[in-house]
């Protein structure tokens, strides 16, 4: 049974820094892509930020310069780095896992954890 477990949300002043973690199980981790997914509400969800299995990042422009996404493959887990927060990061924040194979996409979602910015 594949389970993507986040943990690290919760309330943070504007200007501050939370860092999440997403624990995976089920999986052969270091062949996943894997992501990190925001929703706000009302909003579609939407990529912040993702890793290969090489360690090529990506992010979204609204984030970049104050978000880090890295990968330890030896604990299964890949972590979000969110300085400089704003209150329009507040979100639901989610893990995504990726394999892409021939002519399909394996993917996994974790529940996500909620991540407030407020004063």
């Known amino acids: 049974q594949v389970q993507l477990v986040e943990s690290g949300g919760g309330l943070v002043q504007p200007g501050g820094s939370l860092r999440l973690s997403c624990t995976a199980s089920?999986?052969?981790?270091?062949?996943?892509?894997m992501g990190w997914y925001r929703q706000a509400p009302g909003k579609q969800r939407e990529l912040v930020a993702s890793i290969t299995s090489g360690g090529s990042t990506n992010y979204a422009d609204f984030v970049k310069g104050r978000f880090t996404i890295s990968r330890d493959n030896a604990k299964n887990t890949v972590y979000l780095q969110m300085n400089s927060l704003k209150p329009e990061d507040t979100a639901v924040y989610y893990c995504?896992?990726?394999?892409?194979?021939?002519?399909?996409?394996?993917?996994?979602w974790g529940k996500g954890t909620l991540v407030t910015v407020s004063s």
């Open positions: 995504n896992a990726l394999h892409l194979i021939t002519g399909a996409s394996i993917k996994y």
């Open positions: 089920g999986i052969i981790f270091n062949i996943y892509t």
